[in-house]
């Protein structure tokens, strides 16, 4: 992952990261600059009311409001010289302090500059109410691709990248995002690692994803972690490095090509059923948990085909074995995940007669 540029350039004013470090021309910061002075100001009346006039300390504090506010308190005063060059002072830099701060306060409102802050927050608050959700670290072609699909399956995820320019695209797509480096601590605190239950890596350098998949493992020795690998050599690298599993593309289009040059067929059933937008036909994980009715049914028992229109694809186990096609006699264990194919209503309707839970249902139970 490049390294952060210069927060001097122009597009950077959009930035939610680097407000701290804006020129002090900007809106903001005329009102942080201007909201220290007026405190100041206020501060040093109250006591120079209660030295200079003898006042009380809710007296100082009136006196200092009124003039401040240009109210005013008399046309004419006995008070001592001092205090009437002091009380000038108050007036003068009070109310500049004052015009200051609101003129920045302006200046952003009609520059827009409210409406990004206002944004920033609520999407921070967004993330920090995250659970269970995927980390997306980078939004290029593969990480908004990626971003889409979980959208339509209706997953909540995060984005995460350091370039100006996608850190935009990911909030003009309506992502919840963040701008920062991924390979650092504190960025992948702030996206909710702790709280997530899936982190994809999908940069185009190897590099970065190697150490992504270092930090993330070291911050959560239990997180899914799903890296991309552009070349065959760095895949070893990555498991080594913490990944669960390593994405090729390279590999994986090969093999599509191949498939559409030997197998078009299959490979236009495998189209349809991998495409997120289309959403009638669906290739679904239904996981077995205990104490549920399918345990001990057969795949005959259960008349998925015959009343529920579905196709048991494959039926895997606990330990990782995977069976493919299962006999009619095959007899559903505790925590099998059986893969099933068919229309997402009836895939519905048979997990809420045999009280089954998706993948997703069943991490959240797991973490519970």
């Known amino acids: 992952m490049p390294k952060r540029p210069t927060v001097t350039v122009s597009h950077e004013l959009s930035r939610p990261d680097v ?3 804006r020129s002090t021309r900007s809106p903001l910061a005329r009102i942080r600059i201007g909201a220290k002075v007026l405190c100041c100001v206020v501060l040093v009346a109250i006591v120079g009311f209660r030295i200079l006039g003898n006042y009380d300390w809710l007296e100082a504090a009136w006196m200092t409001t009124i003039t401040i506010s240009s109210v005013g308190f008399a046309e004419r005063t006995d008070s001592s010289w001092e205090l009437q060059l002091f009380t000038m002072f108050v007036i003068v830099f009070g ?5 200051y701060t609101l003129g920045g306060f302006f200046q952003m409102v009609l520059e827009g500059e409210l409406e990004t802050v206002m944004g920033h927050r ?3 608050r967004g993330i920090e109410e995250l659970n269970d959700h995927v980390i997306i670290c980078g939004f290029g072609r593969m990480g908004e691709v990626l971003a889409q699909d979980l959208r339509h399956n209706a997953s909540v995820f995060v984005v995460i990248d350091n370039s100006p320019e996608r850190f935009e695209a990911a909030r003009a797509d309506g992502c919840l995002c963040l701008y920062g480096d991924a390979t650092e601590d504190e960025t992948l605190m702030r996206a909710g690692v702790e709280r997530a239950r899936c982190l994809v890596s999908c940069l185009p350098s190897d590099a970065d994803n190697v150490f992504i998949t270092l930090t993330a493992r070291n911050l959560m020795p239990d997180l899914q972690i799903i890296a991309r690998a ?8 990555l498991l080594q490095a913490g990944a669960s599993k390593v994405v090729m593309p390279a590999i994986v289009g090969a093999h599509r090509m191949e498939r559409l040059i030997n197998r078009p ?20 994980e239904i996981f077995v948990p205990e104490n549920c009715k399918l345990i001990g049914k057969t795949v005959a028992a259960t008349e ?8 048991v694809v494959a ?3 606990a330990g990782g074995e995977m069976i493919f096609n299962p006999h009619a006699d095959y007899a559903f ?3 099998d995940v059986a893969i099933v194919m068919g229309h997402i209503g009836d895939i519905d309707r048979f997990r809420s007669e045999f009280g089954l839970a998706s993948v997703a249902q069943r991490a959240d139970s797991t973490k519970s």
């Open 19 to 21: 407000w701290l470090f």
């Open 315 to 317: 039926v895997k186990h």
């Open 333 to 335: 264990a505790a925590a």
């Open 230 to 237: 552009e070349h065959s050599n760095t895949k070893t690298k």
């Open 265 to 284: 067929s299959t490979a236009d059933l495998m189209e349809l059923v991998t495409e997120a937008t289309f959403r009638d036909l669906e290739l679904d």
């Open 95 to 99: 109310l500049s302090a004052v015009m």
């Open 122 to 124: 609520r999407m921070t």
């Open 304 to 311: 998925a085909h015959r009343r529920h229109k579905l196709l």
